[in-house]
């Protein structure tokens, strides 16, 4: 009588867990100018209102609704620019709060 | 976008601001004797460029050039009044002639105007004011 012997069983090597590829500084990088160009953007425009208005203010001829039209501006793109800072904060919220 | 129809609406304004003062000039001199050196010049605002004509690039930019006022010949008007010490020696006064009628429709018709194009700004602004509450309901 024969035992056969147990044949020994080769496992391949079991995949690591797969690291996420991590976001190039590129994209980062992307991401940082246009939030800072939108910044500037709304610091030009700001600083635009406030000179219209100093200048209204010390009498110069400049018509009233051009200064109304900078205060708006400005106030449309601050709008702007605190929506996106609560989607940022809410996305970033959400990330920190998962559960894992 | 919105830069570009707020230039639009700037120019409108601009517009309809200078038409008013045209009008408000050529009316407060109606009635003032014309002095012989110096006669009075009636007011119009430029029309040579208005924003609907051409599609140019910088149009579409939002660069409108300004409109400007310009002065113009007016014609006389001659009363007879010996006694004004501005008349001449056949006792003629003269006025530049103003059609105050179509002055004031003028006023009129531009401050309709100015009020239809702060109108339109407003309703701009409520606009994108409501596109950033697009989702932030929540």
Redesign the interface.
Known sequence: MSVTPIQPISIGAIDGAREATPLSSLQGNGFMNALGDGLNGINADLSQADALARQLAAGDKI?V??VM?AF??AH?KL??AV?VR?RVVDAYQSLTNMQL | M??QI?AA??YG??YE?LRLEAASHNIAVANTPNDTAQPARLMRVSTTFLPHVGTSASLMAGHFPRPVMVDAEAAERKVHDPSDPAADQNGMVSYPKVDLVQEMSSLLDASRAYEAN?RA?NTL?GM??HA?DLG?GA
């Open positions: 018509p609704h051009d039209i708006e501006q449309l709008q702007m929506e609560n | 919105v830069d707020f609406t700037r304004l601009e601001r702060v700004f602004r994108a004011l950033l932030g």
